[in-house]
């Protein structure tokens, strides 16, 4: 089996504390991780991150800064996201020992960013609508929130007992199961869009609907981890419409 942990990055947005940057790096490197990133840290490089980076300095010298979100998941197989909050309109959330086993299938083809937010307020709704799927870490009701590097260090240990499988169980999926990235589930949002203009599904002017129905596609999509083949599928459905409704 390929290492697949060298695919995965723990991707902090806009940490404030260098401390928990540091200890991030100790964490991710306790369980055989390496890949760091940040968006846009407030306090880094710092003494503090050094401090609680110790014996994980490698890993804090080879972060990778992000300036803007975008440029930061941009070319992700999936991007996950981290959530204390829970609800309707965040898409499919899962737990944290089912979110991983997500992961590692993801992680076995190509790149994989689990996102981590803010300190105080965590991750945005915007930041949490470019994710595939969602991942809750379960707590007891009187303190249900964790530590940044808490966070860290419970998804690594659970994507590293992931790990610990037979190479039967653990094989890299053939063609047929190769799973579609978040680039391709991208565009064939773009061209969905684009039949759905063609079909006055929407009503003119209706931004709103348009926003709802893309969004609930793409929590669809993210629940059924969609193979390339059934993308691609999809993709010769919408031509044989668009060709039709040209035609009209």
């Known amino acids: 089996m390929k290492n697949w942990k060298k695919n995965v990055s723990f991707l902090l947005v806009c940490p404030r504390e260098g401390g928990n940057i540091g200890a991030s790096a100790r964490a991710i490197k306790n369980f055989g991780f390496s890949r760091l990133e940040l968006v846009a840290p407030r ?3 710092s003494d503090e991150a050094l401090w609680f980076a110790h014996g ?4 804090l010298e080879k972060v990778k800064i992000h300036g803007k979100f975008s440029d930061a998941i941009s070319g992700k197989a999936l991007v996950a996201g981290t959530t204390r909050r829970l609800g309707k309109q965040r898409g499919p959330v899962y737990t944290l020992r089912e ?7 993801y992680a076995l083809e190509g790149p994989v960013s689990i996102l981590f937010g803010r300190e105080d307020r965590g991750l945005s709704n915007e930041e949490t609508e470019q994710c595939a799927f969602l991942i809750n870490i ?12 808490q966070a860290v260090l419970l998804m690594a240990y659970e994507l590293f007992m992931a790990g610990q499988v037979s190479a039967d169980t653990g094989r890299t999926p053939g063609p047929d199961k190769k799973l579609a990235s978040q680039d391709d589930i991208s565009f064939f949002f773009e061209r969905f869009s684009e039949t759905l203009a063609l079909l006055d599904y929407i009503p003119r002017g209706n931004k709103d609907m348009e926003i709802t129905i893309m969004k ?3 929590h669809l999509l993210g629940r059924a981890q969609t193979a390339k083949w059934e993308l691609k599928m999809l993709h010769g459905l919408l031509s044989r419409l668009d060709a039709r409704l040209r035609q009209q």
Do not use: E
């Open 138 to 149: 379960p707590a007891g009701t009187q303190m249900p929130s964790f530590n940044l590097s």
């Open 99 to 105: 979110g991983v086993t997500r992961i590692k299938k």
């Open 43 to 45: 306090k880094f490089p």
């Open 56 to 59: 994980a300095l490698d890993v």
């Open 216 to 218: 609930n596609l793409k």
